[in-house]
């Protein structure tokens, strides 16, 4: 296919001759996925709400729908977005915050703060990749009744990328330029050719704060910021009332910028309790709307949705459930810190190490008797879109070389059975979140692990702290104070740039940034860097595909991460409950458009 023949498709489609869906099958057919055939239709200014590819909303006036009633089993512990650690905490924000834009479904980009998607026939987007504008929606109003105008959009990109802030965010604001237009525009500059260039603003690290609620803590106190725990947004819902890791009320804002929106009169998020009790919550008992993220053993889904009150909703997308082998020495302290980058972990600097405890992980047991439609077995860490997946990756079970291979290496079985080699064990802390799939995972892990000498020290913490925001809690992933652990890393957009650079030497988990990095198994490698840095500048889509793909051969490859199953967004809901669900974005993306079926 020409760049010829790509045009004239695209001029079709705005046309109205050829359809979305003709575009997409006719780029499928030359290896191009369907988010980049919509993303490709983005860019020439046919957006997601002219594609129709949110759902159509049917309410024809705000409010009257009572209360909305969701399950998080994994509580939020705070409600600042540039400080949301954990898929829990941005959904939380995601209830009264905003960004200017979203992931749809199908790969595109939706209007929620911008008054349109940038493109280049808007002359949004540059030719030469180097600058985005970004007209903004007029009459937005926080919910304090102050004028959301480009004053904030400016401020946030200040306190994302101040170091003295520390926010997770940081990553997506520190190498680029905003600049105020006017009051309604701002204009986004690039220090090189950007081929991503939706991702500061953008979904689940593009939630807006106010600036004149946080000006005065953009800064080393940013955390003291009394609106951390009682946010003032553009949502649909103004907050109400928050206890951290427990309960989170809203109630319906009546000055939303939507029209006819938000149906539901309040919304309560309730966290806490176990993903088997929160699919029975709404799939047996009808006690609640919606239930999130349901880590639930398939056969268990399928029992309780012959009950017929609700519907198990499984959305594909690049989340992946995998285990990490620590670079660093979680039980040596050097400079006051644990796991520190100075430091090499003992056991699995040996590549053996590694490579038998990635032939001892039984990926298909696991995909069989535990996750069924929710988990396939996988060898990649980037999954999706597929144009991304490697082909070149393969996983395996097999204990017998598993055994072969640590012998080899010189690892020989004491007394207990347990290998060891210049007086160092193959005893292992396995953590994760207290869950009955992973605690079954675990289990199964640890009986291959036993038959090759490898002895697994299994423990399982409270989801409310091991995903928690709490710099002093010793117990959280992003410290990854033990030897493996194991939990599902979102993908929460229809691009790998911002999944893949977990990998790079720069976003590295420490003390020095509050273990906000999200480098968390703190590995390091030039090549991986340079790659990284080559893709954030091509504009050719097959050279880039090509690039991610690399990039997953090299993290795979190394076995300090270990690629268990793909994590399709699972969750359930009552059969009259209308959602709008994207796997490329938080669950409340578009909690606005959520209705009642009458």
């Known amino acids: 296919m020409t760049e010829d023949d790509l045009r004239q498709m695209i001029g079709r489609v705005k046309r109205g001759s050829l359809s979305r869906r003709g575009f997409v099958k006719r780029l499928a057919a030359f290896g191009l996925t369907a988010p980049m055939a919509t993303q490709l239709l983005a860019l020439h200014g046919i957006n997601a709400a002219s594609a129709q590819s949110v759902p159509a909303y049917k309410p024809t006036r705000r409010g009257g729908g009572g209360p909305l009633k969701i399950l998080y089993w994994q509580a939020s512990t705070l409600l600042n977005p540039h400080f949301a650690v954990g898929t829990t905490n941005q959904e939380a924000s995601r209830v009264f915050y905003e960004p200017l834009a979203g992931w749809a479904a199908d790969g595109t980009l939706h209007p929620v703060l911008a008054a349109e998607i940038p493109s280049i026939e808007n002359k949004g987007l540059s030719e030469d990749g180097r600058t985005v504008t970004w ?14 105008t480009a004053d904030d959009v400016v401020f946030n990109w200040e306190y994302a990328k ?7 965010s940081s990553g997506s604001y520190t190498d680029i330029n905003v600049v105020k237009v006017d009051d309604h525009t701002v204009r986004v500059e690039f220090q090189k050719p950007t081929p991503f260039w939706a991702d500061a603003f953008v979904a689940s690290r593009g939630m807006l704060i106010p600036k004149h609620l946080y000006k005065d803590y953009n800064g080393t106190n940013a955390r003291d910021a009394p609106a951390n725990l009682r946010p003032v947004g553009t949502g649909p819902y103004k907050f109400v009332s928050f206890a951290p890791g427990d309960n989170l009320r809203g109630e319906l804002n009546p000055n939303y910028h939507m029209n006819n929106r938000p149906y539901f009169d309040t919304i309560e998020v309730k966290g806490g309790g176990d993903a088997v009790s ?19 053993e398939d056969e268990i889904l399928k029992r309780l949705e012959a009950a017929n009150r609700g519907k198990v909703n499984i959305v594909e997308g690049g989340n992946i459930e995998f285990v990490m082998l620590n670079v660093t020495d979680p039980h040596r302290e050097v400079d006051g810190e644990r796991a520190s980058i100075k430091t090499e972990h003992p056991a699995f600097k040996d590549p053996a190490v590694r490579e038998a405890l990635s032939l001892l992980l039984d990926r298909g047991s696991i995909e069989r008797f535990i996750y069924g439609r929710g988990g396939p077995a996988t060898s990649n860490f980037l999954n999706n879109p597929p144009r991304f997946a490697s082909p070149n990756t393969r996983w395996e079970f097999n204990i017998e070389k598993a055994n072969q291979v640590l012998d080899a290496a010189g690892w020989a079985r004491g007394r207990d059975g347990i290998r060891t080699k210049d007086g160092v064990r193959l005893r292992f802390i396995f953590q994760t979140s207290v869950n009955a799939p ?3 995972t675990q289990a199964i892990y640890k009986q291959a692990a036993q038959r090759a000498g490898i002895d697994l020290e299994l423990k399982s913490v409270t989801a409310s702290v091991f995903f928690s925001a709490d710099v002093a809690n010793p117990d959280t992933y992003t410290k990854f104070f033990a030897d493996m652990q194991m939990y599902t890393t979102t993908m929460t957009q229809a691009d790998p740039q ?10 590295i988990s420490s003390k020095a940034n509050n ?23 091509e504009l050719d889509p097959v050279k880039r595909a090509a690039l991610f793909i690399r990039m997953n051969d090299l993290i795979v490859g ?27 974005d938080n669950t409340h993306w578009l909690i606005s458009d959520w209705f009642r079926e009458t």
């Open 278 to 296: 929160a699919a029975r919550a709404v799939l047996q008992t009808g006690d609640f709307d919606y239930a999130w993220n349901l880590q639930v």
């Open 135 to 148: 007209k903004l929606k007029r009459g937005v109003k926080w919910h304090d009744g102050q004028d959301f």
């Open 498 to 507: 911002l999944f893949m650079n977990q990998y790079v030497s720069w976003e």
């Open 438 to 440: 992973r605690q079954r």
């Open 515 to 537: 273990w906000q990095g999200r480098n968390i198994v703190r590995w390091r490698n030039e090549e991986y860097d340079r790659i990284f840095r080559e893709a954030e500048g």
């Open 558 to 584: 190394s076995n300090h991460v270990i690629p268990l199953v793909k994590r399709p967004l699972v969750s359930a809901s009552l059969n009259n409950l209308s959602t709008v669900l994207s796997a490329w």
């Open 162 to 168: 101040n170091p003295a802030v520390a926010g997770v």
